[in-house]
């Protein structure tokens, strides 16, 4: 039985083809359109999933939706009757869209089915709505290797359920409490994001990378004003101070007037108050962690689960995910790696195939999870790489994988800065070795050469480790599983870099050119990393060419970011590849098993500007 799962229509539009309870395929809009976080109808990706399944629009059971658009809608009713006659210029900004589009979705995707598939909307399988976060909960529990585990999920907002909480047993799930719109903690998150300078729904990742680099200055006064917490791990925001349910911008002027200045515009010169502001808000969504936890023991004394699922926006933090695992009192932890809306299209083919059909779990005998390592994209053969680059005329040799590792293993320790595209694309926001940017963790100059030269970013933006999962102890203080780089772990004490006293005196950004460890590339300065483990079993390719890298070098840690430039989505086809390696400083360039040398390219014919192409998040 295949089910087509879909997320559409706020942010990062996805697909995804489930059968008989195995995730064959699942990919992001944005990689075939190029269009980051793309919203619209996930038709290229839903094109991919019916062709990777060898499958048919009319062969599928079903077609599920991952939230319901009604309760939405009722949602941005209530919501201006409640705070009337403020929040008038944000209904009317988003009521004809409503009227227009998203109150007749469901005729609206019949109508897209029908044209993709080439039939009448008759001969179209069932069109079915979970709920948002039972979407996010199945993605969650579903694919992880557990019987029975607590799930939680937070994200913005979903229908109206901002956190919600789940029992997981088997094939079913069960609703536990949830918390409401508009107290949610990743709206609060979000408006720090807003006024700290990033985007909404993109940058939140760069605030956490940001926080590090500042005093937690402002924790008292964001309990004091804007956050209630109570004892039991529920929470309200003070509404006074934000804008998003009455406006169209995340904070209001009674913000700006508890911080003492307006937002900083978009990409103008951070302030230390930003880092202070960063450093603070991540440490307010720790503590939330910690009390959300509390609530977690809560639910594990009274139904005896042992491990814990995490999934929504939220679950992308990942210092947060280490600290739960840290400090937490479950065996095991494990996040869906598209925990965002994209997961969404995951879970809501999940559900169908476990609720609503009641079909049993199938579990791994080696005790692994249900998404493949994630790599559930397109995959292209030499052969299909090698016509690409005849056609460009581009000099490349082939070469075998013996060979490719060997040759890869030498560049990256001649501080070589390499684009690896192997195999199936990531599905959700992480590179993890089909489309990644790589280096050698063991240079100082790494992380300002990939910033700047490389992705042309902001240069305080950290970068993540790949480690041989077999070492990850010899490195890191952590001793689990961290397949999807979801977890942030400190560098072992042994491998850090005593500060003198001149550079301990000195703060925010000047500290980022201080080596902290004998893999500077990748601690950050509070010597932490965001960790990503690699499994032979999972990701051979990138596995042996650690291996090889660890041969010559006697280290087992690269450098691994994802193969874009800024704001662009992670590339998808060779000749996304490509054109990123021909418009940057990557030095070479890896397809499959074809091996390309900057030095021997000739310049792009009529070449854009890629920020004239991608829009600044």
């Avoid at 000749?575 to 418009?583: I, K, Q, V």
């Amino acid at each position: 039985m295949d089910i087509l799962g879909i997320s559409a229509f706020y942010h990062d539009s996805a697909a995804c083809v489930v059968r008989d309870g195995m995730v064959l395929a699942a990919a992001q809009e944005e990689r075939f359109t190029r269009k980051k976080q793309d919203a619209g109808f996930p038709g290229h990706a839903i094109r991919y999933c019916l062709q990777e399944a060898n499958c048919a629009v009319t062969d599928l059971k079903y077609i599920v939706f991952y939230d319901k658009p009604l309760v939405k809608f009722e949602r941005l009713l209530e919501t201006y009757l409640a705070f009337a006659p403020r929040g008038r210029r944000s209904f009317v900004t988003a009521l004809p869209v409503w009227l227009k589009e998203k109150l007749f979705l469901k005729s609206m995707l019949c109508k897209e089915f029908a044209a993709l598939a080439g039939v009448k909307k008759a001969a179209l399988p069932p069109l079915l709505f979970t709920e948002h976060h039972e979407a996010h909960a199945a993605s969650a529990f579903f694919p992880s290797p557990f019987q029975t585990a607590a799930v939680l999920c937070m994200d913005g907002v979903g229908e109206w359920a901002t956190t919600s909480a789940w029992l997981g047993q088997d094939n079913q799930l069960t609703p536990l409490w949830d918390i409401p719109f508009p107290h949610s903690l990743g709206l609060l998150y979000s408006a720090f994001t807003y006024y700290t300078g990033f985007k909404v729904n993109s940058g939140e990742y760069k605030v956490m990378g940001l926080a590090p680099y500042g005093e937690p200055k402002y924790v008292q006064t964001i309990y004091d004003h804007l956050l209630d917490l109570k004892p039991d791990g529920t929470f309200r925001l003070n509404m006074d101070y934000f804008n998003y349910c009455t406006g169209l911008t995340m904070t209001n002027e009674r913000f700006h007037t508890l911080f003492g200045a307006p937002p900083r515009p978009p990409e103008s010169l951070l302030r230390q108050q930003d880092m202070d502001l960063a450093r603070s808000i991540q440490e307010v969504t720790e503590e939330v962690m910690e009390v959300m936890l509390r609530l977690a023991r809560t639910m594990q004394r009274e139904t005896g689960a042992e491990h814990l699922c995490l999934a929504g926006g939220v679950a992308l933090n990942c210092v947060g995910n280490g600290k739960i695992l840290r400090d937490g009192p479950f065996k095991r932890l494990w996040i869906q790696p598209a925990a965002g809306d994209a997961g969404g299209a995951v879970g809501a083919a999940l559900a169908a195939w476990h609720q609503l059909e009641g079909q049993p779990r199938t579990y791994r005998p080696d005790g692994g999870d249900g998404m493949q390592g994630a790599l559930l994209g397109p995959a292209f053969s030499n052969d299909e790489i090698e016509r690409f680059l005849q056609s460009k005329n581009a000099p490349y040799v082939r070469v075998s994988d013996a060979e490719l590792y060997n040759c890869i293993a030498e560049e990256l320790a001649a501080e070589k800065v390499i684009g690896w595209f192997q195999g199936r694309m990531e599905f959700g926001p992480r590179a993890l070795g089909g489309r990644s940017i790589l280096g050698d963790a063991r240079s100082p100059k790494m992380q300002s050469v990939m910033n700047l030269k490389i992705k042309y970013r902001e240069s305080f933006r950290p970068f993540a480790p790949s480690v041989l999962r077999e070492r990850v102890a010899d490195y890191f203080e952590m001793e689990a599983d961290s397949p999807y780089m979801l977890l942030v772990a400190p560098v072992v004490e042994r491998r850090r870099t005593a500060l003198t006293e001149e550079q301990q005196a000195l703060w925010g950004i000047d500290l980022l050119n201080v080596p902290r460890s004998d893999i500077p590339a990748v601690t950050h300065v509070d010597y932490s990393a965001r960790i990503q483990t690699v499994h032979q079993e999972s990701n051979p390719h990138y596995y042996q060419l650690l291996k090889a890298f660890e041969a010559k070098t006697g280290c087992g840690v690269l450098v691994n970011t994802s193969f874009n430039v800024r704001n662009e989505p992670i590339v998808c086809t060779p000749e996304d590849a490509y054109r990123c390696f021909m418009r940057t400083e990557i030095d070479t360039l890896v397809l499959g098993n074809c091996v390309l040398d900057k030095i021997d390219q000739e310049p792009l014919d009529e070449d854009t500007d890629w920020r004239t192409e991608f829009e600044l998040d």
